[in-house]
């Protein structure tokens, strides 16, 4: 089976199967990439995560996750219909006083919520870069996107807005935050045939700003996009040039599956399986990380994306174990579960399935992805455990020369203990600062 393999992982392919040599491992791979910049170990905090799934600004500092992280992503800012940035919940980026202190100390004002808190998370790790994301996958940021970039008067408009409100603070009257942000994540999810020119002056106006700031401040500042994984999705992008323009491209390597389909699959392969239904459609990693690679995008510059949530489909067959098989729709929302939505749930969740209610851990060596399924129950579930982390960690290390490193959606959806991020930061060579 390992034979069947590109050359590239057939090498590392015995060591990550052993958890004992994933130490070795790792120690080989960092000594092969002693001549590389650092990784980059990225990973999306979502705004909404302080409701329902009560996940704060100081559970990233309690897991440990701060301690790995290099950079963290905060999403989202808005694009207003009037080609601005907004901002999309006041309450919780900026207003309430009522968030847990991440290092002990009160918060004072005026900057309270979110905010004040990725404040105090950079003074006890002031390495780690934080940045703004923009957008999401709403349809209204979709067409403000679009809008705003149809012009260079709209570019302009944009991307100044944006670096004032969040690079250089001003978030409301009477209230900054300083130099919390180091950058702009751009999340245009959808550009069409018609945004593709557009998508790359936006971007080019974006660093033409941000460069003009840096002649003031003699700071950096980053620049990166949410890059996406799908071919009708990218092929209106111009990735040479977009990445030309960036410090580095968050690789959306996962929803390549879901319940969107009725077949259940992985939702995010590293590799194509001679036994996928779906085989040779280029939904999986290796394909999207080599059509970025083709289309002449540095893999230095490339960041994998690891989710951190799985897909799940229920009324699932007891054949090949649940793999590739009919369903009759969504599993049902896990009990407790904080994304409480049919058909997606946490790692957090997910992990706690094996020897429970049936379900079993199942590893797929073709496309090195891992599910559970559950005869009794009929369900099945596509997920990131530990173990594929690593593999495609090792596959980040050693792609085209080594990517520039990996993120992961979203930080709440990790375990108490940050589990995969500390997997992640393993896997990359990264250590705790």
């Not at 977009?242 to 410090?247: I, P, T």
């Not at 690679?293 to 510059?301: E, F, I, W």
Request: hydrophobic residues 40%.
């Amino acid at each position: 089976m390992i034979q069947s393999l590109p050359a590239f992982l057939r090498r590392i392919a015995p060591a990550v199967l052993s958890a004992a040599l994933l130490s070795v491992l790792g120690a080989s791979l960092a000594a092969a990439a002693a001549n590389k910049p650092a990784p980059i170990l990225g990973a999306y905090f979502e705004e909404w995560s302080i409701y329902g799934a009560d996940y704060n600004i100081s559970d990233v500092q309690n897991s440990g996750a701060a301690s790995k992280l290099t950079h963290l992503l905060y999403a989202f800012a808005n694009v207003s219909s009037s080609g601005q940035c907004a901002i999309a919940d006041s309450w919780a980026d900026y207003q309430t006083p009522y968030l847990p202190s991440v290092n002990g100390q009160p918060y004072t004002g005026p900057l309270y919520g979110n905010f004040a808190a990725l404040q105090q998370l950079k003074q006890l790790h002031p390495n780690l870069h934080v940045m703004i994301s923009i957008g999401g996958a709403s349809a209204a940021n979709t067409a403000n996107f679009s809008t705003a970039a149809s012009t260079a008067a709209g570019r302009q408009q944009l991307a100044s807005s944006c670096i004032s409100m969040f690079v250089q603070g001003n978030i409301a009257q009477g209230i900054s935050t300083g130099a919390l942000f180091d950058g702009i994540d751009i999340d245009w999810e959808f550009p069409t045939s018609s945004d593709k020119l557009n998508f790359t002056a936006l971007l080019a106006e974006f660093r033409h700003q941000l460069s003009a700031l840096t002649a003031h401040t003699h700071k950096s500042y980053l620049l990166s996009i949410a890059a996406p994984a799908g071919s009708q999705n990218y092929s209106n992008m111009q990735l040479a040039a977009v990445a030309a323009q960036l410090d580095f491209l968050n690789m959306e390597t996962y929803d390549y599956h879901g319940t969107w389909e009725s077949t259940t699959n992985h939702a995010a392969p590293l590799l194509d399986s001679p036994y996928d239904p779906a085989a040779g459609q280029g939904l999986n990693i290796e394909s999207t990380i080599s059509a970025y690679l083709n289309a002449g995008v540095p893999a230095s510059k490339m960041l994998l994306g690891v989710p951190f949530y799985g897909r799940g489909w229920t009324g699932v067959p007891d054949t090949n174990f649940g793999l590739y098989q009919t369903s009759t729709g969504p599993a049902p929302s896990p009990s407790g579960d904080t994304l409480a939505t049919d058909g997606v749930a946490t790692f957090r969740t997910l992990e706690q399935f094996p020897g429970a209610n049936g379900y079993a851990s199942h590893r797929d060596y073709f496309s090195l992805a891992d599910w559970l399924y559950s005869p009794s129950l009929t369900t099945f579930w596509t997920y990131d455990d530990p173990a594929t982390v690593a593999y495609k960690m090792a596959y980040a290390k050693l792609r085209a020369g080594g990517l520039g490193g990996a993120f992961g959606w979203a930080l709440k959806d990790d375990d108490a203990n940050a589990t995969l991020v500390k997997t992640m930061a393993q896997g990359l060579g990264i250590s705790s600062h």
